[in-house]
């Protein structure tokens, strides 16, 4: 009995090694986050691979000009970088080289118009705000799936199958799925986020994620979140002037010990 139990409980610990594993690159990759490193090489990177999964998916190398859908490879370069070739640019192209040139040159001046609408520094702190939140997110609903996987990996031994060894490829794949949605999310959001520029603009390394800007369209795959709702008006005091987050609310609120409430712990959460 006791070297049964032994052996669980050194399963338990594989299992855990493997969680171990995923959560260093995770955090990881938060902590370069919320110092405040920017993230625009880790960005162009993203953008290079996508690009070449939109092109691969509509227009594989190895297949013919006359056999690319190209009117696929339009829809998707729409919905994953809000960009639509002309279609006569394409009669430019009439090899898989030339094609791709043409694609890559395309998202780049995007994004290039995206730096120029929104300015450098604002654009690289959205990509480090995107990149926190789509992460966290992400990351929640990848925990549920390992929980779920855990649940019902005992039942691979009955198909002769060791379920350590089946743990470890399936964890795999659910992690490859998540970084996969990860990149595909916040590319998606980054080239059709609108700012709200009426309202104040927060760094990830020095506040929690709030609503300050929408989306064009919801993320495919994706609801509408809070993160792209419009923010509520700010209140003003009396005269006029600017309520700072730890000066009284305006609406008069109290605490329970009668003091008057402050605005961050009220209207300014």
């Not at 030339?98 to 300015?119: C, I, K, P, T």
């Not at 939140?133 to 929640?140: E, R, Y």
Request: glycine letters at 8%; charged letters at 35%.
């Amino acid at each position: 009995m006791e070297t049964h139990n032994f052996e669980i409980r050194k399963h338990l610990l594989e299992y855990d090694d493997v969680m171990n594993k995923q959560r260093e690159i995770i955090y990881g990759m938060r902590s370069e986050i919320l110092e405040g490193e920017s993230q625009q090489e880790t960005i162009q990177e993203w953008i290079d691979e996508l690009t070449t999964g939109v092109l691969d998916s509509y227009a594989p190398e190895d297949a013919h000009a006359e056999d690319w859908d190209l009117a696929g490879l339009t829809e998707g370069l729409h919905r994953q970088f809000d960009v639509r070739p002309a279609p006569a640019s394409f009669k430019e192209a009439t090899s898989r080289d030339g094609l791709e040139e043409l694609v890559r040159g395309a998202v780049s001046d995007r994004y290039r118009e995206r730096e120029e609408e929104l300015g450098a520094d604002l654009l690289r702190m959205l990509e480090r705000r995107e990149m926190l939140i789509i992460i966290d997110t992400q990351w929640k609903d990848h925990l549920l799936s390992i929980d779920h996987l855990k649940e019902g990996i005992g039942l691979r031994g009955y198909g002769q199958r060791d379920p350590l060894t089946e743990y470890k490829r399936e964890a795999f794949e659910l992690f490859q799925e998540m970084v996969d949605r990860v990149k595909a999310t916040v590319v998606e959001r980054l080239f059709k986020v609108q700012i709200l520029r009426e309202v104040a603009f927060e760094d990830p390394g020095a506040a929690a994620p709030s609503t300050t800007w929408e989306s064009r369209e919801a993320p495919r795959g994706e609801t509408p979140s809070i993160a792209r709702q419009p923010a509520a008006p700010q209140l003003r005091a009396p005269d006029g002037r600017k309520v700072g987050r730890n000066d009284p609310c305006p609406c008069g609120a109290k605490n329970q010990d009668g003091s008057p409430k402050k605005y961050k712990r009220c209207h300014g959460r």
